[in-house]
């Protein structure tokens, strides 16, 4: 209940970290409103999947010696310069047309479709999407989820303190679910779908976010090594 | 010949001097009550930059009103305004803190000059939190706060995005790089690219928010290069000061100069992005008479925010990103862009649409900057006679 509780009360901070990137990515998308709730809960699991690797961690944490400001920042550093990458190949590579896809029957290219008018051209990226569709969202929000905003600080050390691991994870799966609730409105940004504007918009600001998470991951690594 | 040609051909911009100067004569008074604030100074230095400032605006306005070019004698006042400002800022600061740089004392004390470009980020933590996160002087004071955000109000419900080109104190900078070459060297940029500055306004916006801290001002701002900054004491610091010297020097010196276009105010600048919504409620547009348009596409060439292009042309107006600098109307061969009133007819006496908008906005100019102009005419004097341009 601790947990929940904890997870109610900060979870509007939790967003606060969460929001620059799960906003832009939902308005790239140009997803209906059922559309955003599908790629939402792909976001939450991710972010599931990562609370779970932290639950882990935490209980690990109160048996060992490890040199633990040490060790987070080198796994926050790693973690913000791939989802740095990831977020801005997202946000700004280049899209093609896909005409011969798109074309209705009078052979027009219908102007409001936006999710069929734009195919990634990276090969990489496309391989990904068609054959593991879930992938990236999941993948940002495992990436955004491992970010140590001070509610997940919070938790962390109260999860840390937890006797057995099964504990832990209950102590981490509850802080999720009362942090997630949070999260929910934000598919409605579907509602504003028929904007196109609005895609092209939030793919390059998701772009620039992923530059803002790199350079926040490559600062951490250079502070390491200057203190070492 | 039809109605429009008809009035296309007997209504020419240009006018006689003697009318020319009956219509400036409201912006000789008006200028002068802006430039004196309401008393004569009695300094000789400072009666003289008064006279100057005087003579130098009503020229300019006279030539707009007389010759029917806007964007010319608009240019010029606007990138001297930049530079006035830099100069008046710069020396101000040299004089009451020995530098440019901001130190984190100066910070807690809470007298930062308020920028108009903070004000995005200052909304949703305002209306949210009660809070304005940036560390100025709500009233009182160089630039407070309140002062700004009424001038912006004001100016936006008036002239909407006209704010960036007859209005902003940094716009000058990029406006006057761009005019430098006679062809642009680079032609084409990318269409995406013009979304550019809305992606930003929502970062900024949101992280602001999540943050409660400015982060434009303190990561990106390309204009604490000719304003101030906070000193570099660390590799943060260090690095932020790299960041927003290579942005000036990227965006508003290099590309402008190769592509002639303004591309801080068309391609990043989070204000003019959320300057753009107001164009809907300004009671001015910039409008094309497709009747007279022969689709030369030289409007879209030399529109400096890429506010024109194929399909706004298409549909007789510009886009919303439209900065109402007259480039556009001074440059179509058939005079058929045109400044325009909503709510009047459409094919109706362009000279009086176009005074009606130049009037608030060179006044508004004269407002804005005639402190300034007078400012740094004091200073050149006192460098003449003292050999130092600063005051004190």
Not at chain 1, 44 to 63: H, P, S, T, V
Not at chain 1, 126 to 147: E, F, H, S, T
Not at chain 1, 174 to 193: E, H, M
Request: aromatic share 14%.
């Amino acid at each position: 209940m601790q947990a929940l509780i904890l997870g109610i009360s900060s979870g509007t901070g939790c967003i606060a970290y969460c929001a620059p990137v799960l906003v832009s990515y939902l308005l790239g998308r140009g997803s209906r409103v059922s559309g955003n709730f599908f790629v939402l809960f792909q976001f939450l699991a991710g972010r599931f999947l990562g609370y779970m690797i932290f639950a882990i961690l935490a209980w690990l944490l109160g048996r060992t010696l490890v040199q633990v400001p040490v060790f987070f920042s080198l796994f926050t550093a790693f973690i913000y310069l791939i989802l740095g990458i990831l977020l801005f190949l997202y946000g700004f590579i280049r899209e093609q047309t896909n005409e011969k896809r798109c074309k209705n029957s009078s052979g027009a290219i219908p102007e409001k479709k936006s999710g069929c008018l734009v195919q990634t051209d990276n090969a990489v990226i496309r391989k990904v999407q068609d054959r593991w569709p879930i992938l990236v969202p999941m993948l940002i929000g495992l990436l955004a989820g491992l970010n140590f905003c001070p509610p997940f600080l919070l938790a962390f050390t109260d999860a840390a303190s937890q006797e057995t691991l099964p504990r832990c994870l209950m102590f981490f799966a509850l802080f999720f679910v009362g942090t997630s609730i949070f999260f929910l409105p934000f598919a409605f940004i579907g509602i504003v779908r028929r904007y196109n504007i609005l895609s092209v918009v939030g793919k390059l600001a998701t772009g620039l976010i992923g530059i803002y998470y790199f350079y926040a991951g490559l600062m951490l690594l250079i502070n390491l090594l200057t203190i070492r | 010949m039809n109605d429009l040609e008809k009035i296309k051909k007997s209504e020419p911009l240009k006018g006689s001097v003697l009318k020319s100067l009956l219509l400036i004569i409201p912006m000789l008074l008006l200028s002068f009550l802006m430039l004196s604030g309401g008393q004569i100074p009695s300094a000789p230095s400072k009666i003289f930059a008064l006279i100057m400032a005087f003579i130098f605006f009503n020229t300019l306005f006279f030539l707009m009103v007389h010759t029917g070019k806007t964007d010319k004698f608009r240019a010029i006042a606007f990138c001297l305004f930049a530079l006035c400002l830099t100069c008046s800022f710069i020396s101000h600061y040299i004089e009451a803190r020995g530098s440019m740089g901001i130190s984190d004392r100066t910070l807690l004390a809470c007298k930062l000059p308020f920028c108009h470009i903070v004000i995005p980020m200052t909304l949703i933590p305002m209306a949210f939190t009660r809070t304005i996160i940036f560390p100025g002087m709500i009233i009182g004071g160089y630039a407070s706060i309140a002062t700004m955000f009424v001038i912006w109000i004001g100016v936006s419900l008036a002239l909407g995005r006209g704010f960036c080109s007859w209005g902003c104190f940094f716009g000058g900078w990029d406006d006057f790089f761009s005019r430098l070459t006679k062809k642009p060297l680079i032609k084409k940029i990318s269409d995406k690219l013009h979304y550019l500055p809305y992606a930003v306004l929502l970062l900024i916006v949101i992280s602001s928010a999540a943050y409660l801290f400015p982060t434009y001002c303190a990561w990106l701002c390309p204009f604490k290069t000719v304003t101030e900054f906070q000193d570099v004491t660390s590799l943060k610091t260090l690095l932020e000061t790299v960041i927003f010297i290579s942005l000036f020097a990227g965006l508003v010196v290099i590309l402008p100069f190769l592509t002639k276009r303004r591309t801080q105010c068309g391609l990043f600048c989070p204000m003019g992005a959320l300057q753009s919504f107001t164009n809907k409620i300004s009671p001015f547009s910039v409008n094309i008479n497709k009747d007279l348009c022969v689709n030369c596409k030289r409007c879209i060439k030399v529109c400096p925010t890429f506010s024109m292009d194929e399909k706004s042309v298409s549909k007789g107006k510009t886009r919303i990103t439209c900065v109402k600098c007259g480039k556009c109307v001074d440059a179509c061969p058939e005079k058929a862009i045109f400044f325009h009133i909503k709510g009047t007819a459409l094919k109706g006496n362009y000279k009086i649409g176009r005074l009606l908008f130049i009037y608030p906005a060179f006044l508004f100019l004269v407002a804005f900057s005639g402190s300034d102009f007078q400012v740094v005419i004091v200073r050149l004097i006192n460098f003449v006679s003292t050999g130092s341009f600063l005051l004190k």
